[in-house]
């Protein structure tokens, strides 16, 4: 920039600082410039005036919904102008209010059932259904028509419409719970609702308190089960959300675990880990006996619980031989097929063969006191001789003997068995008790 410019920029700046005052004119103090402000003089019968409510002008307002169109929303628009059009001058909000309230249904030719559906996903399929003639031109229609700025609909593209309706229908049905007054069927006061828990199903009502001492004894014995209405005779069970609202975390976590387990232990297709470190939850394919637990990787035959042993039978536990004669024996032909799959059928035999076996010993026999062996008493005394280890012993309190003195046994006056040698047998009178070789 020349000389000559900043010079006669300096000179103009100087003479306007001298024209006006501060408040009109105000220079810059580090800067080649000022602010001016300027105030206009109106003529002498100017007037000003602005378009208030109610006296000149309609209430600035907006409509949202998230369950009506933005042409229906449009449309509700249109109608609150024509009630202002109608009232001019006057207060109108009410007349609104009561308008939504009381006439939306009927104005818009809303009848039940009504359809809800995303407004992304409505355009979505009406594009798709776009081949015909008619459905191009409500395409061509709708995309001419301006929507009204104040039609604000109020949906989430991601979001399930229909859930949200439920929710906010929740909301408020729980709002009016809790302004009421109820009685508790338990401790019978009278309280609020807000205090109060209402079971879905049946609508019984009892206050929060007397509730969850219920809950809180149900869940630690274990009975998640059983978390129903108190009424007798009355099935209504308590949401997962109220239990959560009455017991706290804790308890509920524990509530959440077995209310989970008792749910799986339903299922045919579930079973638990045999591993005491482990027992997670482990899906079984079906037509197949082993099972690989996702958190261990341990691989189980389905039957057992043992390690996997592919097509050979399972092993039976000497606690399960005892019991497999009679489960066995009681079997249909389909469950005793299963059976000797499972474990053999060698094995069934010979678990039925030797439970007889152990049941005719146990109701004929006495075990030696010295070898464990089995000894049948045939005839003769009670005075016994073990035929594998040689042992004497008394048959009736199974006593060892004195091989110098058996029969001391029978005749000492402290012994239980006094005078009882012959006790339980039927005596011939040419049979000859008193050798050894007949006992």
Not at 6 to 20: K, N, P, R, T, V
Not at 237 to 257: N, S
Not at 340 to 347: A, L, N, S
Request: hydrophobic letters at 30%; one cysteine or more.
């Amino acid at each position: 920039m020349s000389s000559e410019d900043l010079e006669a920029q300096e000179d103009e700046l100087l003479a306007l600082a001298s024209i006006y005052n501060e408040e009109e004119f105000h220079r810059a103090e580090s800067a080649q410039g000022g602010e001016i402000r300027i105030n206009l003089e109106l003529p002498q019968d100017f007037r000003i005036f602005a378009k208030d409510y109610p006296s000149n002008s309609p209430p600035v307002f907006t409509l949202s919904s998230r369950w009506l169109s933005r042409v229906q929303l449009g449309t509700l628009c249109k109608r609150l102008d024509e009630l202002w059009q109608e009232n001019v001058g006057s207060v109108v909000l009410f007349s609104w209010i009561q308008f939504l309230k009381e006439d939306l249904f009927s104005f818009l030719s809303i009848e039940s059932p009504l359809e809800v559906t995303n407004s992304n996903k409505g355009k979505q399929e009406r594009k798709k259904e776009g081949a015909g003639k008619d459905n191009a031109e409500d395409t061509e229609k709708d995309s001419k028509e301006q929507p009204d700025p104040r039609a604000i609909q109020e949906v989430d593209p991601r979001s399930n419409l229909l859930l949200q309706l439920l929710d906010f229908d929740e909301m408020q049905q729980q709002k009016a719970f809790d302004s009421k007054m109820f009685c508790c069927n338990i401790c019978f006061s009278e309280k609020m609702g807000s205090e109060c828990t209402c079971f879905k199903d049946c609508k019984h009502v009892y206050c929060k308190e007397c509730m969850r001492d219920y809950f809180q004894i149900q869940i630690r014995d274990g009975n998640v089960q059983c978390l129903n209405c108190p009424e007798p005779e009355c099935s209504s069970v308590a949401t997962p959300a109220q239990v959560k609202h009455l017991v706290g975390e804790e308890l509920f976590a524990r509530y959440d675990r077995l209310l989970l387990q008792s749910s799986l232990d339903l299922m045919a297709d579930v079973m638990y880990c045999p591993r005491k470190m482990c027992e997670t939850a482990v899906l079984v394919e079906p037509d197949t006996t082993m099972g690989i637990c996702p958190s261990c990787q341990y691989a189980f035959c389905t039957l057992c619980k043992m390690g996997y042993h592919g097509l050979s039978p399972c092993r039976a536990t000497a606690a399960e031989l005892r019991g497999l004669r009679d489960e066995y024996l009681k079997a249909s032909e389909e469950e005793k097929q299963f059976l000797e799959q499972r474990f053999g059928k060698r094995v069934i035999q010979k678990a039925v063969e030797e439970s007889f076996s152990s049941e005719w010993l146990e109701k004929n026999s006495k075990a030696c006191p010295r070898c464990s062996s089995n000894i049948q008493k045939v005839d003769g005394c009670n005075k016994m001789t073990c035929t594998s280890c040689k042992q004497y012993f008394c048959w009736l309190c199974l006593g060892p003997l004195s091989r110098v003195n058996p029969y001391g046994h029978f005749n000492d006056t402290s012994s239980p068995c006094f005078n009882q040698l012959f006790q339980g047998v039927d005596i011939d009178d040419d049979e000859e008790f008193w050798s050894d070789e007949e006992d």
